[in-house]
């Protein structure tokens, strides 16, 4: 298998990226952003409980994003890899995913981490909130709080991965096509060396 983290602020692009990475790749999408909004659409008890958080910018609670991510990879057999995009976003998601992995004799590959300003990723957040219809995005505040959240939970879970040596940081400014052909040449060339 050859599993990537891929990492960095909110609206740095990972949703965008992972959609281009997974088709080229062949990799399972898991997306805790994208399983918990499912779970709000379709109403149920865990997605009621988690939009409490994310409308107001923070963090859903570890043990409910670990439980989807532990129950995806129990569901997902046989694939050629994961690509985890907005995930871990706390140490403790960290250490709960190396552990979930090595039950599978398996582990994270590469975090490949992108690097974008603070002024590119308000500008883009509340581009997207013109149209996306999600909560999060509508208003500048929420997008700071998530931006001081990100600083102050989750920025530090690469330093998880950096000792390890497994964090390659990828400039996230650019258009669509540059940003993934420079994500291309990281995987292409780590493919070869493979970790796991
Ligand atoms: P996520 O769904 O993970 O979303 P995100 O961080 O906002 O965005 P992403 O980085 O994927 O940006 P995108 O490509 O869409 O999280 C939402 C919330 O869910 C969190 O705040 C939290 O509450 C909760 N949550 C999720 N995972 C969690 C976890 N593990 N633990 C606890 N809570 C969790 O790009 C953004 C915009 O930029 C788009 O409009 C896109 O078109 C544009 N864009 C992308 N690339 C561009 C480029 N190169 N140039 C210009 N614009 C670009």
Redesign the pocket.
């Known amino acids: 298998m050859f599993n990537i983290i891929l990492f960095?602020?909110?609206?740095?692009?990972?949703?965008?990226?992972s959609e281009k990475l997974i088709a080229k790749y062949n990799l399972k999408h898991l997306?805790?952003?994208?399983l918990?909004?499912s779970e709000i659409a379709r109403q149920t008890s865990l997605g009621l409980e988690?939009k409490k958080?994310?409308d107001e910018?923070?963090?859903?609670p570890?043990a409910v994003?670990i439980g989807m991510i532990d129950d995806a990879l129990d569901n997902n057999p046989g694939v050629e890899g994961f690509l985890f995009?907005?995930?871990?976003?706390?140490a403790i998601?960290a250490e709960a995913l190396d552990e979930l992995l090595a039950r599978k004799n398996t582990c994270i590959d590469v975090m490949l981490a992108l690097v974008v300003s603070e002024e590119e990723l308000v500008k883009?957040?509340v581009?997207?909130g013109e149209t996306?219809g999600r909560a999060?995005d509508d208003n500048e505040q929420v997008i700071r709080a998530?931006l001081i959240?990100y600083q102050k939970k989750t920025a530090a879970v690469a330093d998880h991965y950096r000792k390890e040596n497994k964090v390659d940081m990828v400039k996230?400014?650019?258009?669509?096509d540059e940003?993934f052909s420079l994500l291309c040449s990281e995987i292409d060339r780590l493919k070869a060396l493979h970790n796991c």
Do not use: H
């Not at 997306?31 to 994208?34: K, L, P, R, V």
């Not at 995009?85 to 706390?90: A, K, L, N």
């Not at 996230?172 to 669509?176: A, H, Q, S, V």
């Open positions: 960095g602020p909110p609206g740095s692009g990972k949703g965008t990226q997306s805790t952003g994208d918990l909004r988690a958080y994310m910018g923070n963090l859903v570890d994003v995009d907005g995930f871990p976003r706390t998601q883009r957040l581009k997207r996306s999060d998530r959240e996230g400014e650019g258009t669509i940003i």
